[in-house]
């Protein structure tokens, strides 16, 4: 069983900058995709960058909303995923989550809530104008 903890959620103005981290414990430490998902209120939960965790391919896949803004990286030594936040809008203000995806678990697609086992307990992230 894998456990997900995010950090350095906060406030930042529009334009400026913030990363956060997922950090994953337990074992076995074999998730083949990592995530960040976010969900603003009254909105749907939606992709936002997912990196290859487990071949380490370097293979990353960015929502068109953020692609050239956002960069998501993995430390595999540390088990901890990070996304680096640049150019924040007020539309990037949301709870954002990190998710991993199993290796030989059911795959639906990056982009699918439904491909993903274990999931974190969110961090806000605020976008003033």
């Known amino acids: 069983e894998i456990q997900l903890v995010e950090f350095g959620g906060g406030s930042v103005q529009a334009g400026g900058s913030l990363t956060i981290s997922c950090a994953a414990s337990?074992?076995?430490?074999?998730?083949?995709?990592t995530g960040w998902f976010r969900q603003a209120p009254g909105k749907e939960r939606e992709g936002v960058a997912v990196?290859?965790?487990?071949?380490?391919?370097?293979?990353?896949y960015y929502s068109d909303s953020v692609k050239g803004r956002f960069t998501i990286s993995h430390d595999g030594t540390r088990k901890t995923v990070y996304l680096h936040m640049n150019s924040l809008k007020p539309e990037d203000s949301a709870t954002y989550y990190c998710?991993?995806?199993?290796?030989?678990?059911?795959?639906?697609?990056?982009?699918?809530?439904?491909?993903?086992?274990?999931w974190g307990q969110g961090t806000q992230v605020t976008v003033s104008s």
């Open positions: 998710a991993a995806a199993s290796y030989g678990s059911p795959w639906y697609g990056v982009w699918s809530l439904r491909s993903y086992q274990f």
């Open positions: 337990g074992s076995p430490y074999n998730n083949k995709y």
């Open positions: 990196i290859d965790t487990l071949f380490q391919t370097g293979s990353t």
